[in-house]
């Protein structure tokens, strides 16, 4: 069963637009909603992250928008530019203290045209 | 930005065969993990490590893994045998500690069983 369900798969938006993705969840217990972008070649980063206690979190260009009661939280990226294509991973983390276990979502390829 | 660094890069072997991952993580992280990634699919978490121990592994984490990190040096993940499932890649990550969420990924090992 995935725990973390993310749409679109892939997603063309042109300069200067802003680009929306979303993600859901089952598990209520978990407690750290991080974006994950990686570029081609290269290891996911870690780009901006939300505790529950929240329902938005901004970062420049980058927000995140959370739901609780809904299960949902997505990334909003503003004034899109061609240096942000890339795939988008949403995750969310279960436990403490053993250590960060992640459950991603399967990724969004965002492509941003000039 | 901190480093996670995996060798090799690519691997190929046959079904049968012993293959184990190397992982370089950032120099003062405490916590290790394994994900796995199959083509087109979101990465899932394989085993967390720390201190010595695997203090969390899902049910991917079959019992022809191990991994361990002797005496400091690399943390690895070997697959004794490998069956053609076992084809992903593989991405370490590390963090300074366990309810962070802030992982650093390695760029992944690609493994090929054929």
């Known amino acids: 069963q995935q725990q973390v369900r993310q749409s679109p798969q892939s997603l063309t938006v042109w300069e200067g637009e802003t680009a929306i993705l979303n993600c859901s969840y089952e598990?209520?217990?978990?407690?750290?909603f991080p974006w994950y972008h990686q570029f081609p070649g290269e290891s996911p980063a870690l780009l901006i992250a939300?505790?529950?206690?929240?329902n938005k979190k901004e970062d420049g260009r980058f927000t995140i928008f959370f739901n609780k009661r809904e299960k949902k939280f997505s990334l909003h990226i503003a004034d899109s530019q061609p240096g942000d294509s890339a795939t988008y991973f949403c995750?969310?983390?279960?436990?403490?203290?053993?250590?960060?276990?992640?459950?991603f979502g399967k990724g969004a390829k965002l492509t941003v045209s000039p | 930005g901190p480093k996670v660094l995996q060798i090799p890069s690519h691997q190929i072997i046959d079904m049968g065969q012993m293959v184990t991952l190397n992982c370089d993580p950032v120099?003062?992280?405490?916590?290790f993990y394994w994900y796995k990634q199959i083509l087109g699919q979101q990465m899932e978490f394989l085993v967390n490590?720390?201190?010595?121990?695997?203090?969390?592994k899902s049910k991917l984490f079959k019992d022809q893994f191990s991994v361990e990190r002797p005496d400091g040096s690399y943390f690895t993940l070997k697959i004794q045998p490998t069956a053609l499932e076992d084809s992903a890649v593989y991405f370490c990550?590390?963090?300074?500690?366990?309810?962070?969420?802030?992982?650093?990924f390695g760029e992944g090992s690609k493994l090929t069983v054929l």
């Open positions: 990550a590390s963090s300074l500690t366990g309810n962070t969420g802030q992982l650093y």
């Open positions: 598990d209520s217990t978990f407690d750290y």
């Open positions: 939300i505790r529950p206690v929240s």
């Open positions: 995750a969310a983390r279960a436990g403490q203290g053993t250590g960060s276990k992640l459950s």
């Open positions: 120099s003062n992280h405490l916590y």
């Open positions: 490590f720390y201190n010595g121990k695997v203090m969390e």
